[in-house]
């Protein structure tokens, strides 16, 4: 006997960053639509940060902590970015030891939606430090400068979850590795959807579902 929940027929409308969206939330989403098949899903990518209500989603699954007051946000999942570099960079440029090193550094900036533009908010013992970082080479993905950052061309600060491949092969290392950046999953929707049964039963599964990657 099938034990598939019901839900309410309809479409759900959901956004998110290119990257993330496109490696992780794209296949969650997939595994929600056959655990309730009669829900229909719609996935918008964006570059920049999604009105919610006023684009017409019904949620938006976002990274970092800084959200308007007058949506509601579920938390997901912690997730944190680290800094790294291809031991070849390494070994020709030296390592920094300090968080105002990296200013002298060639850095791979990410242009990613609402995220100051080449400016690194970094805690390190419970403290934040911003640092202005530059280098020849800049782009609004995230996969994009990881893949710089293997060919060796800079210092990439990026998700745990896109690098944790390379630094276990060894093919980036983690530069100071108590400094970090925090990057938590959120799942946002208006006040207007507090109640909707498909909103919730899709913030239940995807805390399901990345608790099992990120836990």
């Known amino acids: 006997m099938s034990t598939t929940r019901r839900l309410p ?3 759900l409308r959901v956004s998110s960053s290119v990257g993330f969206g496109r490696q992780v939330v ?4 997939a595994r929600l639509t ?3 098949p009669q829900l229909g899903v719609r996935f918008d990518l964006f570059d920049r940060l999604v009105d919610v209500g006023g684009e017409g989603f019904d949620l938006d699954i976002r990274i970092g902590d800084d959200i308007a007051p007058h949506l509601i946000a579920r938390w997901l999942a912690s997730n944190h970015r ?3 570099a291809s031991p070849d960079y390494l070994a020709r440029h030296g390592t920094p030891r300090q968080i105002a090193d990296l200013a002298t550094h060639a850095c791979l900036a990410i242009k990613e939606r ?3 533009f080449g400016v690194w908010r970094l805690a390190e013992r419970g403290e934040t430090h911003s640092v202005k970082v530059t280098g020849p080479l800049s782009t609004n993905h995230g996969e ?3 893949q710089w950052a293997l060919a060796g061309r800079g210092i990439v600060l990026c998700l745990m979850w896109n690098v944790r491949p390379y630094l276990q092969s060894g093919a980036l290392r983690q530069v100071m590795p108590d400094v970090t950046q925090p990057a938590n ?9 507090a109640t909707s049964a498909k909103v919730r039963a899709c913030v239940d599964f ?10």
Do not use: I, M, S
């Not at 999953?185 to 959807?193: E, G, H, I, N, T």
């Not at 995807?206 to 836990?215: D, M, N, R």
């Open 9 to 11: 027929r309809g479409t």
């Open 26 to 29: 794209a296949p969650a989403l």
């Open 34 to 36: 056959e655990q309730y």
């Open 82 to 84: 680290v800094l790294c």
């Open 114 to 116: 609402d995220h100051p």
């Open 144 to 146: 994009v400068a990881v």
């Open 185 to 193: 999953v959120w799942a946002v929707y208006p006040a207007r959807l």
């Open 206 to 215: 995807l805390t399901e579902e990345f608790a099992k990657q990120f836990g």
